[in-house]
């Protein structure tokens, strides 16, 4: 290939599969010779590469079925909702407009108010991993405050007002070695932890100057936790505004070295985006599932990009999902305007359904729309996301007939070891004595079409 010149990369049609090959070639018909997946097309990404075609959006077999149901409850309009307790019941909190904390128990049809703040809004609620503590925060704005939902205790959050309009607020709560701890911005390119029930500052660090080695030219937004508590992303910016999602260790930035939001050797700068707070989840302690593919200058939108938090490395990519919130639970969730469900490892759709939810709730196995008039649309699956030779006649007949899941998720326990089942969520779950939920996900699993 000539050196100096553009590339193309065109798509064959098949998945994300493509060809590269360099603009003076394509114009004189010559085939392309190199597999955009070599290590040596990897070495040409920074060079001047334009898409040619579109990928493939892959439709894979599936028995899976979005089942829906309304639950009446009395509840304020709300404008933010998260799942709430630990185990499978269907508990949720919600945020209302002017500040008012909702907890949903729509197992029992119960709302009741458990705390309010006087906030400006738009605001965004965020619950600890145990529901001790709520945090309700201006999305754009300076100002957030914590709730310890025992003792009504409030903490104060701010935040300096710099381009806080665009930025969404930095916030996070993470448990750390048995020690409930809060995450957040107090000035634009600096983070602070804090232990909840002593106020100890766990990163406490001299405010570094411009020019030296520690500051950073980077905006914190939106920060998500994985699910282990080990990393965090920061789905932030730099000037000139570039969108760059940063991750690095909680652990080593908690316990070893209080620089290693800024510059540690975990910190990666994981792409460079034209936006940044955008969709994006965790699908374990090490791989980030990110909205859209490509960078400034080309890219799609409706895409998912898997992402290696540790090295920063593009794990791999596929077409079809909406940028919209995003879920993970063996399978990726995509909750915009219609409700779709992806295998991640095969990069493939499982699931479209028109229904819209706001949330999902890895405990209870459910998605939940944001009330309206008295009710509550509740989204729940059924069928198995990926072929199981041990989901035999006679296991399904078992959960079929089981009409009291608190006492007889054993025998289906008995059933799926018998049939050697593989799944070990789903075994342990038939193994747990409780309580569980009204609606027994374990079921709806093995539930036929």
């Given at each position: 290939?000539?050196?100096?010149?553009?590339?193309?990369?065109?798509?064959?049609?098949?998945?994300?599969?493509?060809?590269?090959?360099?603009?003076?070639?394509?114009?004189?018909?010559a085939?392309?010779?190199l597999?955009?997946?070599?290590?040596?097309?990897?070495?040409?990404?920074?060079?001047?590469?334009?898409?040619?075609?579109?990928p493939?959006?892959?439709?894979?077999?599936?028995?899976?079925a979005?089942?829906?149901?309304?639950?009446?409850?009395?509840?304020?309009?709300?404008?933010?909702?998260?799942?709430?307790?630990?185990?499978?019941?269907?508990?949720?909190?919600?945020?209302?407009?002017?500040?008012?904390?909702?907890?949903?128990?729509?197992?029992?049809?119960?709302?009741?108010?458990?705390?309010?703040?006087?906030?400006?809004?738009?605001?965004?609620?965020?619950?600890?991993?145990?529901?001790?503590?709520?945090?309700?925060?201006?999305?754009?704005?300076?100002?957030?405050?914590?709730?310890?939902?025992?003792?009504?205790?409030?903490?104060?959050?701010?935040?300096?007002?710099?381009?806080?309009?665009?930025?969404?607020?930095?916030?996070?709560?993470?448990?750390?070695?048995?020690?409930?701890?809060?995450?957040?911005?107090?000035?634009?390119?600096?983070?602070?932890?804090?232990?909840?029930?002593?106020?100890?500052?766990?990163?406490?660090?001299?405010?570094?100057?411009?020019?030296?080695?520690?500051?950073?030219?980077?905006?914190h937004?939106?920060?998500?936790?994985?699910?282990?508590?080990?990393?965090?992303?920061?789905?932030?910016?730099?000037?000139?505004?570039?969108?760059?999602?940063?991750?690095?260790?909680?652990?080593?930035?908690?316990?070893?070295?209080?620089?290693?939001?800024?510059?540690?050797?975990?910190?990666?700068d994981?792409?460079?985006?034209e936006?940044?707070?955008?969709?994006?989840?965790?699908?374990?302690?090490?791989?980030?599932?990110?909205?859209?593919?490509g960078?400034?200058?080309?890219?799609?939108?409706t895409?998912?990009?898997?992402?290696?938090?540790?090295?920063?490395?593009?794990?791999?990519?596929?077409?079809?999902?909406?940028?919209?919130?995003?879920?993970?639970?063996?399978?990726?969730?995509?909750?915009?305007?219609?409700?779709?469900?992806?295998?991640?490892?095969?990069?493939?759709?499982?699931?479209?359904?028109?229904?819209?939810?706001?949330?999902?709730?890895?405990g209870?196995k459910?998605?939940?729309?944001?009330?309206?008039?008295?009710?509550?649309?509740?989204?729940?699956?059924?069928?198995?996301?990926?072929?199981?030779?041990?989901?035999?006649?006679?296991?399904?007949?078992?959960?079929?007939?089981?009409?009291?899941?608190?006492?007889?998720?054993?025998?289906?326990?008995?059933?799926?070891?018998?049939?050697?089942?593989?799944?070990?969520?789903?075994?342990?779950?038939?193994?747990?004595?409780?309580?569980?939920?009204?609606?027994c996900?374990?079921?709806?699993?093995?539930?036929?079409?």
């Amino acid at each position: 290939m000539p050196a100096g010149h553009g590339f193309i990369e065109r798509f064959t049609g098949a998945g994300v599969e493509s060809e590269l090959l360099c603009e003076a070639c394509a114009a004189n018909g010559a085939a392309a010779t190199l597999d955009a997946n070599d290590e040596l097309v990897a070495r040409v990404r920074d060079a001047r590469v334009r898409f040619e075609g579109a990928p493939q959006v892959i439709e894979l077999a599936s028995e899976l079925a979005l089942e829906l149901h309304d639950v009446e409850i009395a509840c304020p309009a709300l404008t933010d909702l998260k799942p709430f307790g630990a185990g499978d019941r269907s508990r949720w909190l919600g945020l209302t407009a002017d500040g008012r904390v909702v907890e949903l128990d729509l197992d029992r049809r119960e709302a009741r108010e458990l705390a309010r703040v006087a906030i400006p809004a738009p605001l965004e609620l965020h619950v600890s991993s145990r529901g001790e503590f709520v945090a309700v925060v201006a999305k754009h704005g300076t100002r957030g405050e914590i709730v310890e939902l025992a003792t009504d205790r409030r903490i104060a959050v701010d935040r300096a007002g710099y381009h806080e309009d665009v930025c969404r607020f930095p916030f996070a709560f993470v448990a750390h070695r048995g020690r409930d701890v809060a995450i957040f911005a107090p000035e634009w390119n600096r983070l602070a932890a804090f232990d909840l029930r002593t106020g100890e500052a766990l990163t406490a660090r001299p405010t570094p100057a411009s020019g030296d080695r520690h500051y950073i030219d980077y905006f914190h937004c939106g920060l998500d936790v994985s699910p282990g508590g080990t990393m965090i992303a920061d789905n932030g910016w730099v000037w000139q505004p570039l969108g760059v999602i940063a991750t690095w260790n909680l652990e080593r930035w908690l316990d070893d070295n209080v620089w290693e939001s800024e510059d540690g050797l975990s910190r990666r700068d994981l792409d460079w985006r034209e936006d940044w707070d955008v969709p994006l989840c965790w699908l374990d302690d090490t791989r980030l599932a990110i909205a859209g593919h490509g960078d400034m200058d080309r890219s799609f939108p409706t895409a998912i990009d898997i992402v290696d938090a540790r090295t920063g490395k593009l794990v791999r990519w596929f077409a079809g999902p909406d940028a919209a919130e995003l879920a993970f639970d063996r399978v990726l969730f995509s909750l915009g305007e219609a409700t779709t469900v992806w295998d991640v490892e095969r990069g493939g759709g499982l699931l479209r359904s028109p229904h819209r939810f706001a949330r999902y709730h890895a405990g209870a196995k459910q998605f939940a729309a944001l009330p309206s008039e008295g009710r509550i649309a509740i989204g729940t699956l059924r069928g198995l996301d990926a072929n199981a030779a041990w989901a035999t006649d006679r296991v399904r007949a078992v959960a079929a007939s089981i009409d009291d899941p608190e006492a007889q998720l054993g025998i289906l326990g008995d059933a799926l070891d018998d049939a050697g089942c593989t799944d070990d969520e789903l075994l342990a779950h038939c193994r747990k004595p409780g309580p569980h939920g009204r609606h027994c996900w374990a079921l709806d699993r093995l539930a036929r079409r």
